[in-house]
């Protein structure tokens, strides 16, 4: 889909939603706290690249995220970083949004 120096943009193989890309380091490295500047810059590149493409198409929610461990969920063992489109109805009250993570955690008050 796109690519720099340090790092490749790719479909995801399961997408939550149309458009869910994975921003993946060149060099392999489990955990993304383990990444250069350089690197890292490289992944915020792309991310913003995917986005602005995403937003000329009529998208403009996102939701971002990284595995990083077991625990977290992460079940591929190379970094990468999640840019998730989010269109309004996608489901019924996002409101939660990445704290829906955890089931017993979902309880939110709208502010």
């Known amino acids: 889909m796109a690519a720099n120096g340090h790092a ?3 479909d995801d193989a399961h997408p939550l939603t149309d458009g869910h ?19 890292l810059a490289a992944v915020w590149e792309l991310t913003v690249a995917v986005r602005d493409k995403l937003t000329r198409g ?3 929610d ?4 990284a595995n990083i461990g077991a625990a977290a969920g992460q079940t591929v063992d190379h970094a990468h970083l999640h840019l998730i489109p989010r269109r309004p ?3 019924p009250d996002p409101a939660c949004g990445i704290r829906c993570v ?6 939110w008050t709208k502010l």
Do not use: C, K, W
């Not at 996102?62 to 995220?65: R, T, W």
């Not at 955890?102 to 309880?107: F, G, H, K, L, S």
């Open 8 to 10: 490749v943009a790719l």
């Open 89 to 91: 109805g996608d489901v």
């Open 102 to 107: 955890i089931p017993d955690r979902q309880v």
């Open 62 to 65: 996102f939701n971002l995220g």
């Open 21 to 39: 890309t994975l921003i993946v380091p060149r060099r392999h490295s489990i955990d993304l706290f383990e990444l250069t500047a350089a690197e």
């Open 58 to 60: 009529g998208v403009v």
